[in-house]
């Protein structure tokens, strides 16, 4: 069997852009939360603030650090593997990469250390600044990523001269027709990852009856925050959808299943999309809700997917199926929002043992629907690498054989698998350490501690000691 | 933009952002490549707290520099890149692994015996990986208008298997005598005694890769010999430094050591850069012809002109703040 560059390179970009993901999605969430708690600290003086915050930041350095030492390949990742749409977008994309790195190291040089270390050591004030000051470098992070993004979803701006693309307005380019939509979209996810991750380990705490006093108060703020975001969420991705309807049109019909233009469009909630046939085999949907929902009119006409010739189609049975999979996550999200709400006005909220274990179980849901989501935006732009202008087969490297991109890929799942395992084990292990009591709490501020280094933070150990050894 | 030749400018800090990458990562790989051969475990943990309050700032000039790329001179990034595909791979394994080590080792008991075979085979693969690139870059790429054409182990010659393993033993060189710098007693003994065999063996790749380079690329060979030029001073001050190096190494100074390794590193880079140019992908490529568009390269120095001046403070800050020795059983765990 011939190896396909074109195609291991796509499984290859998915795999790290995916890896990497994971962990800026929950640190932009979490950062935020961290801040609130130090604010609410500063405000409050009450001890059970610090200790959450303390805590959190240590989870929070791990992931920071996991997260930067993935993020290393993905700044290489356009050159070795989309080396024809890295020289043909460097225009654009260049600067707006590098405004990433720019911020993520200002971020970084001056706040990150002082969030991570410079507890007792500077005013109270100063540290609570810094840690909105992090909280803020990640969303401006995700601000630059989000635009690139997006521009090559929805290209604006530029001018394709000689096979490269030249700017002609920045402001265009930035501030391209989807870059609200996805920035609000991803920013309200990673707040909901981190609600979920946070009520889940509260959770998890409060199941086995530690520091009860704290984490009943982290559950109890994270469930408000679900209940407000996790509907707010499905508001946003409909706007969102409507603005890919506008300028995707082909994504949303794969989104939906939808072969042909027509109106009455069922949404379908079971099928199987069959490429070849350019038909589903089986269908089970509700008639005409998909017209209703994308143009507010039961007749409404959506165009289908076949609008465009089969070469030019997504893979549509995994666009379908995975915006299935977001969607659905959403509204068992909302689900357990709701059933919060429920248990809080019994006054079963923090003891209810079916409740908290849904949480622990929910803490991976999250995470699951941000990938599944990004899957549904970007192969649904296939064959496009920047929409209408480029295609994937257009900007892969011409040199790269299938052989050298097998080699990659295998490699970095390997490294990665390693990585991620050490990490994964050694984020446990804080986690199951838990919080200091309050007396050591005050015994951490008099440490000297190195700057710079994110893992550093933590202190727990990563294996038990020798015996021989200790 | 008449007014300033912003490639120009770009050069000067790209160049200047690969030095600084090169020496400061280059100190704290070299003590990965010398790890197995240390005395004892003391001394281990002495290299590594030696090096761990700076190492992670000393990574952000190779992402800075990564990104300035594909922002001022894309053509480095889209040829070097696919040309150097496998070798980028490995050394980016080799930094991820270096990397955890360096974390997870400090955290580490039963495991501390992986985490130093991490940290020691991370660093070399990272070192001998880029020094293949600088011997590629000697070598030239096989380039069709803007588009490497080449294969996959073109970069892998007998020349870039010795510019690697030159670099290897530069960087081990370089960790020897920051370890001369930071270390006192026993380690720094032992520091003292590796730096000459390290030098011996320095000069005998520099001396083997200078011969050779103008037989591999006649571009350099004309840049050398065609007329005898200023450039000549590069390659004696590099001499000069290495005999002021074998000099306080004998007598026994503490810093000289450190800052006459640099001065090797400097002229040599200096030199290499002096043969290609203003060429930057070589074989025909110039720093011009590589550009992004102007208004890309002015939108992106603006953000560079605020940020560099705040990394290179608080890189001075954080080296200022972990000065001095690093004593045995001392540091943090």
């Known amino acids: 069997m011939e190896l396909d560059p074109l195609l291991l390179s796509r499984l290859q970009f998915a795999f790290v852009v995916s890896f990497h993901a994971i962990f800026p999605v929950f640190t932009i969430g979490l950062a935020s939360y961290i801040a609130l708690l130090n604010g609410l600290f500063y405000k409050t003086e009450n001890p059970a603030w610090d200790r959450l915050a303390l805590f959190w930041t240590k989870v929070f350095a791990v992931v920071f650090g996991m997260g930067v030492v993935s993020g290393i390949v993905m700044s290489f990742q356009f050159g070795t593997n989309w080396s024809n749409f890295s020289y043909a977008s460097a225009n654009f994309l260049g600067p707006i990469l590098s405004y990433e790195v720019v ?69 265009a380019a930035i501030f391209n027709p989807s870059f609200w939509y996805r920035f609000v979209h991803m920013g309200m996810a990673s707040f909901l990852t981190g609600g979920f991750v946070v ?112 070469e030019e189609q997504p893979p549509v049975a995994i666009v379908f199926w995975a915006f299935r999979i977001m969607v659905g996550i959403g509204f068992l999200m909302i689900g357990v929002a709701i059933a919060g709400v429920i248990l809080r006005k019994r006054g079963t909220l923090y003891t209810n043992p079916l409740f908290l274990k849904s949480l622990v179980g929910m803490i991976a849901m999250p995470f699951v629907a941000v990938l599944a989501g990004w899957v549904v935006t970007e192969a649904g732009r296939a064959p496009w690498l920047v929409y209408g202008m480029m295609t994937h087969a257009e900007g892969l490297t011409p040199s790269l054989t299938g052989g050298m991109a097998l080699f990659t890929l295998i490699g970095y799942v390997a490294v990665y698998a390693v990585v991620f395992w050490a990490g994964i084990y050694y984020l446990t292990r804080v986690v199951r350490n838990g919080m200091l009591p309050e007396d050591e709490q005050k015994e951490v501020q008099g440490e000297v501690e190195r700057p710079k280094r994110p893992l550093s933070a933590s202190h727990t150990p990563f294996d038990d000691a020798e015996p021989a050894r200790s | 933009m008449d007014m300033f030749d912003l490639s120009l400018i770009w050069a000067l800090i790209i160049g200047f952002g690969i030095i600084m990458y090169v020496v400061m990562d280059g100190f704290d790989r070299g003590l990965g490549i010398l790890y197995p051969f240390a005395p004892d475990e003391e001394s281990r943990d002495v290299m590594m707290n030696s090096v761990a309050p700076v190492w992670d700032g000393n990574e952000t000039w190779l992402v800075l520099g990564g990104a300035g790329l594909l922002g001022a001179f894309p053509l480095v990034y889209s040829v070097f890149l696919p040309a150097l595909y496998i070798g980028v791979f490995l050394m980016l394994a080799g930094l991820i692994f270096r990397g955890i080590a360096f974390e997870f080792r400090f955290k580490s008991h039963r495991n501390r015996r992986w985490w130093n075979r991490a940290f020691c085979w991370g660093s070399a693969v990272a070192a001998f990986a880029q020094g293949a690139v600088v011997g590629a870059y000697i070598q030239g790429f096989n380039v069709e208008g803007f588009v490497y054409v080449g294969g996959a182990l073109d970069w892998l010659t007998p ?124 074989p025909d490529h110039t720093i011009w012809d590589a550009a992004s568009a102007p208004e890309s390269q002015l939108f992106l120095l603006i953000g560079m002109l605020f940020v560099i001046p705040i990394v290179l403070t608080y890189t001075a800050w954080t080296y200022w703040v972990f000065r001095g020795k690093v004593k045995v059983g001392e540091g943090y765990h």
């Open chain 2, 159 to 282: 020349f870039t298997v010795m510019t690697g393993l030159g670099l290897m033993c530069g960087y081990a060189l370089l960790g020897a005598t920051w370890l001369i710098l930071k270390s006192e007693g026993h380690v720094q003994e032992w520091a003292y005694r590796i730096t000459p065999v390290l030098l011996a063996a320095v000069l005998v790749v520099f001396a083997a890769v200078s011969l050779w380079t103008p037989f591999v690329n006649p571009d350099v060979w004309a840049r050398w010999f065609n007329n005898i030029q200023l450039i000549w001073v590069l390659p004696a001050l590099a001499l000069a430094c290495a005999i002021w190096l074998w000099s306080s190494v004998r007598r026994r100074s503490d810093g000289q050591p450190f800052v006459a390794t640099l001065g090797i590193f400097i002229f040599t880079y200096l030199g290499l850069v002096a043969s290609k140019w203003p060429v930057i992908v070589p």
């Open chain 1, 199 to 310: 009520a889940g380990v509260s959770a998890w705490f409060l199941l086995r009856g530690r520091d009860v006093d704290a984490n009943r108060k982290a559950l109890s703020m994270c469930l408000w925050l679900l209940l407000v975001l996790a509907p707010a969420q499905a508001v946003v991705g409909d706007f969102h959808g409507l603005n890919t309807l506008e300028y995707q049109p082909t994504k949303v019909a794969a989104m939906e299943g939808n072969w042909e233009t027509r109106g009455n469009v069922p949404l379908l909630l079971f099928a199987l999309p069959d490429q070849e046939a350019q038909t589903n085999r089986f269908e089970l949907g509700i008639p005409s809700l998909a017209s209703v929902i994308l143009k507010h009119d039961p007749a409404g006409v959506i165009p289908g997917i076949s609008e465009v010739a089969p």
């Open chain 1, 103 to 171: 911020t993520a190291f200002f971020l970084e040089a001056a706040f990150l250390g002082v969030l991570l270390f410079g507890r007792g050591k500077v005013p109270q004030g100063v540290h609570l600044f810094a840690a909105i000051m992090v909280a803020i470098g990640t969303f401006i992070s995700s601000f630059w990523i989000l635009s690139a993004n997006s521009w090559m979803h929805t290209p604006a701006g530029v001018e394709l001269i000689d096979g490269r693309f030249h700017v002609t307005s920045w402001i």
